[in-house]
């Protein structure tokens, strides 16, 4: 009964995006820009709603365009809307900021190391660690760069971002579809590599153990 149920809501669900296609653009949107306009990315980060999202992508539930379009324009304008907040408040000022977001003076240090290693290219590679994408517009714009150059890199790391993900969505899609019409072939390969962790977990760790006394 339980599974029946839900299988009726993830059907309910999909038939209600497919029906308002705007709807769900609209949530891409403000989730990706909510997630780094006020670094909410720190307590709500959005991987799961996007690798959600661009599951149903490569289902045809959800239009591509739609989807790069919406995260693109969310986490590029939440990026620029965050490079003003650090650019007023100051490198000080964001620390006690970050404090009570969990953050320590540690953890922004190493944000702030990042940025100074990395240069423009952060806006770029920063977008793929979790703690790292929020927090990042905010402390380069701290810095006091060029806007113009800020704003073409965050262009280019929006755009690669949203792609990533369609990337990775048609991946898992086809392995959900390979599980499904090939359920012997997946259960066994699933079977084994829970055989292999296990082994691992009983005789792996314990030789590291031994090695390690």
């Not at 003003?84 to 964001?94: A, I, Q, T, V």
């Not at 944000?111 to 920063?126: A, C, M, P, Y």
């Not at 793929?128 to 760069?145: D, Y």
Request: proline share 3%.
């Amino acid at each position: 009964m339980e599974l029946t149920a839900l299988y009726s809501f993830v059907e309910s669900s999909v038939h209600f995006i497919e029906e308002h296609p705007r709807f769900t653009c609209a949530v891409l949107f403000l989730w990706s820009f909510l997630e780094t306009a006020f670094m909410l990315g720190l307590i709500l980060p959005a991987e799961k709603v996007l690798i959600l999202s661009s599951v149903l992508v490569s289902k045809g539930v959800i239009s591509p365009f739609s989807f790069v379009f919406c995260v693109t324009t969310g986490t590029f304008l939440g990026y620029q809307l965050s490079y003003f907040m650090g650019y007023f408040l100051g490198e000080h000022y964001l620390e006690r900021i970050f404090s009570r977001f969990g953050l320590t003076d540690r953890d922004f240090k190493k944000v702030k190391r990042f940025v100074e290693e990395k240069g423009e290219l952060s806006l770029v590679i920063g977008r793929f660690f979790p703690v790292v994408r929020p927090a990042l517009p905010v402390v380069i714009g701290a810095f006091e760069p060029d806007y113009l150059k800020f704003t073409i890199y965050n262009f280019l790391g929006a755009l690669l971002w949203s792609f990533s993900y369609l990337f990775l969505g048609n991946l898992i899609g086809k392995l959900i579809s390979t599980i499904i019409s090939h359920k012997l072939i997946s259960i066994t390969v699933i079977l084994l590599v829970l055989l292999l962790y296990f082994l691992w977990r009983k005789y792996g760790k314990d030789r590291e153990n031994l090695s390690g006394a």
